[in-house]
């Protein structure tokens, strides 16, 4: 089956620092997806990206769906202690009849 | 955005009794919902999809039986978790697709604690 890689798996960084994560796929995506979820809580639809080479902002986060339609990445800029939490790619391919296949999870830790 | 509702947040029950956990997507149509299962430090593991009128697809490994899901309307699944044990504990997600788009919206999620 598809497999989709997420890296870094966790990331320590300053206030004030930008960041960027990122997901491949072993195959091609017709849809990625980028979710932050905090402790206890459901994840949260960050930014929906929907063609290839799309690049989409949504506040401080920047996505962008990758030429090849095996990869995205996140960039969050001048994080704040807020941003804390983990976050999640997700991306479906074509023919997958509507589910997602999650990576593995960023856990980020802003510190001040 | 959309919004997708989960209910009860958090259910305590005895091991040997069953418990239901609702998903509701509150203001837009959804004929595929998704349920998932998060241990601790973990992605999100898909257990099954409902479809609204029909019968659930599961993920192999995960008991129909024990898992019971029904989608009886194009606004609600439900999942029953049957005879629970102690390591049916875990943390439960549903997801709704809205039927105009590709978008994928999750509720809060339900902490289920069998003792």
């Known amino acids: 089956g598809q497999q989709l890689n997420q890296s870094p798996q966790s990331m320590f960084i300053q206030e004030g620092e930008d960041v960027s994560m990122n997901c491949t796929s072993s195959s091609i995506f017709n849809t990625w997806l980028w979710y932050k979820q905090d402790p206890g809580e459901g994840p949260v639809l960050l930014i929906a990206l929907y063609k290839a080479g799309e690049l989409t902002s949504n506040g401080r986060l920047t996505a962008q769906f990758g030429i090849t339609r095996k990869d995205s990445f996140l960039n969050i800029s001048a994080s704040i202690p807020s941003d804390v939490g983990i976050y999640f790619c997700a991306g479906r391919s074509p023919g997958s009849a509507r589910q997602l296949t999650f990576g593995s999870g960023t856990q980020l830790t802003v510190l001040p | 955005g959309a919004v997708v509702s989960q209910h009860p947040s958090r259910v305590i029950c005895k091991s040997g009794t069953s418990v239901k956990i609702e998903c509701r997507s509150l203001?837009?149509?959804?004929?595929?919902m998704f349920w998932y299962r998060q241990f601790p430090k973990q992605s999100l593991m898909l257990m099954a999809t409902s479809n609204e009128g029909s019968k659930a697809t599961y993920e192999q490994g995960v008991e129909k039986d024990k898992f019971l899901i029904n989608h009886a309307s194009l606004t609600l699944s439900t999942l029953t978790v049957t005879s629970a044990h102690p390591e049916d504990s875990s943390f439960y997600i549903c997801?709704?697709?809205?039927?105009?788009?590709?978008?994928?919206?999750f509720g809060e999620g339900s902490w289920l604690t069998v003792v």
């Open positions: 203001d837009f149509q959804a004929t595929t």
């Open positions: 997801s709704a697709r809205l039927d105009s788009g590709n978008t994928i919206y």
